[in-house]
């Protein structure tokens, strides 16, 4: 069984810091895409970041340059260091094993249930 327990959010000031944590049991992060996606009150879920397999991120273009995410294969646990946070930032982020970005990025109207698994989510709010 698959599990997927994130950690780290809470509230953070804008131009503030959080490091979000995701451990998994079940799966190997090393074998699959990893992401970290997102969804703010009200909106649709939005993918953040992504791990390959073999180890290459990529980013939406509303983090790059402010967001970092890693993998360590040992620990089996996959990070976001979220810098520079803004307002627009605030949503409940989520670790997802998916398929490939090709394959995510074309699906109108994302959804956790497009994921293969998926946690609880942990809350960021950046505010003043």
């Known amino acids: 069984q698959v599990q997927l327990v994130e950690s780290g959010g809470g509230l953070v000031q804008p131009g503030g810091s959080l490091r979000l944590s995701c451990a998994g049991s079940?799966?190997?992060?090393?074998?699959?895409?990893m992401y970290w996606v997102r969804q703010a009150p009200g909106k649709g879920l939005e993918w953040v970041s992504v791990?390959?397999?073999?180890?290459?991120?990529a980013y939406a273009d509303s983090v790059r340059g402010r967001f970092t995410i890693s993998r360590d294969n040992a620990k089996n646990t996959l990070s976001l260091q979220m810098n520079t946070l803004k307002p627009e930032d605030t949503a409940r982020y989520y670790c997802?094993?998916?398929?490939?970005?090709?394959?995510?990025?074309?699906?109108?109207?994302?959804?956790?249930?497009?994921?293969?698994?998926w946690g609880q989510g942990t809350q960021v709010t950046v505010s003043s």
């Open positions: 997802a094993r998916g398929n490939s970005l090709q394959t995510i990025v074309s699906i109108p109207r994302l959804q956790l249930t497009d994921f293969r698994s």
């Open positions: 079940g799966i190997a992060f090393s074998n699959y895409w």
């Open positions: 791990i390959r397999p073999g180890g290459i991120p």
